[in-house]
Nanobody, 122 residues
Framework: QVQLVESGGDWVQPGGSLRLSCLASGSISSINVMGWYRQAPGEQRELVAR????????YADSVKGRFTIFRRNNAKNTIYLQMNNLKPEDTAVYYCYVNLRPLGKFDDEDYWGQGTQVTVSS
């Protein structure tokens, strides 16, 4: 059993900052990729940022230079998304995503968090 716990969503004015966090816990052998997706009302879910076990990062063009995905060395099952200079178009439900190898299994699996709401408005 694997659980993803997200936190950090909130309301913020344009130009403001938020930091999202996601903790993966449970029967985990190794983590391949952790990342964030978002879904605005009436839109498809889209990639925001992802971080591989090898520390390779990928960002959506719309957030490059404003968002940073990272993990701390002493807590590798937790990722953060630092969001700066937020814009109204960043308003969405943000979902944590992880691709990992569960303990005792031979195939990698995908897991999703329940989502955290980010609202950017004045």
């Amino acid at each position: 059993q694997v659980q993803l716990v997200e936190s950090g969503g909130d309301w913020v004015q344009p130009g403001g900052s938020l930091r999202l966090s996601c903790l993966a816990s449970g029967s985990i052998s190794s983590i391949n990729v952790m990342g964030w997706y978002r879904q605005a009302p009436g839109e498809q879910r889209e990639l925001v940022a992802r971080l591989t076990a090898g520390a390779h990062t990928t960002y959506a063009d719309s957030v490059k230079g404003r968002f940073t995905i990272f993990r701390r060395n002493n807590a590798k099952n937790t990722i953060y998304l630092q969001m700066n200079n937020l814009k109204p178009e960043d308003t969405a439900v943000y979902y944590c995503y992880v691709n990992l190898r569960p303990l005792g299994k031979f195939d990698d699996e995908d897991y999703w968090g329940q989502g955290t709401q980010v609202t950017v408005s004045s």
